[in-house]
């Protein structure tokens, strides 16, 4: 089992680029998962969905982040214009459960370090 | 709303000795209780959940945790700590009501010296 899959493992960029990170969860998972972890705020809740669907994203700060699940195997998050107070790392998990059963456990893949200068 | 507390930032502890990494939450009826592990530059990784049932829960590698709904606590421990414990450790607590997000504490930075 390869696990949770993110790219890139790092990412540098200037203010005002575009910036899109990249998920592959474990085959077979019904949930998905971004976080933002920075010292300051620990480790936010950005947006899950469940089976493709967004469920829940009352955690991305603002219009100038995206999410998308097209199919059971991917998602991306997408920054745009991207902004030095976006520097942290982002990960993506999975759950094998749908997003009702709350005891499931969420897997955690490496994360993406990202900073923009 | 769900909340967790880890009230140290951290926590040292000799190789050998016992060691506890504290927790308390607060949420609306019966929690889910969880406590992840974070190594440098990785994911977290799952240790142990508390869902119901025996208060005292065991994880992967001899860790445990137990649930106290009386003082709302959540602590890790473990009876002999390991140099390679030393880790960033999060508690995370949801309700069992509805929808609700997994909501992560702070973390508590382990140190276990030789």
Not at chain 2, 4 to 30: F, H, I, M, R
Not at chain 2, 46 to 54: H, P, V
Not at chain 2, 75 to 90: G, N, Q, R, W
Request: glycine share 8%; proline share 6%.
């Amino acid at each position: 089992d390869a696990g949770v899959i993110q790219s890139p493992r790092h990412e540098v960029t200037e203010m005002g680029q575009e910036v899109t990170l990249r998920c592959k969860p474990i085959s077979g998972h019904n949930s998905l998962f971004w976080y933002r972890q920075t010292m300051m705020r620990g480790l936010e809740l950005l947006i899950y969905f469940n089976n493709n669907v967004p469920i829940d994203d009352s955690g991305m700060p603002e219009d100038r982040f995206s999410a998308k699940m097209p199919n059971a195997s991917f998602s991306t998050l997408k920054i745009q214009p991207s902004e030095p107070r976006d520097s942290a790392v982002y990960f993506c998990a999975s759950s094998p459960g749908l997003a009702g059963v709350l005891q499931e456990t969420q897997y955690f893949g490496p994360g993406t370090r990202l900073l923009v200068l | 709303a769900q909340s967790v507390a880890q009230p140290e930032d951290q926590v040292n502890v000799a190789e050998g000795n016992p060691l506890t990494v504290k927790c308390t939450y607060s949420v609306s009826g019966n929690p889910y209780l969880f406590w992840y592990v974070q190594y440098p530059n990785r994911g977290l990784q799952f240790l142990l959940k508390y869902i119901t049932g025996d208060n005292l829960v065991k994880g992967s590698y001899g860790f445990e945790a137990e649930f106290n709904k009386s003082q709302t606590s959540f602590h890790l421990k473990k009876p002999s700590a390991l140099v390679s414990d030393s880790a960033l450790y999060f508690c995370a607590v949801r309700g069992v009501i509805g929808f609700q997000k997994l909501v992560f504490g702070t973390g508590t930075r382990l140190l276990v010296s030789p």
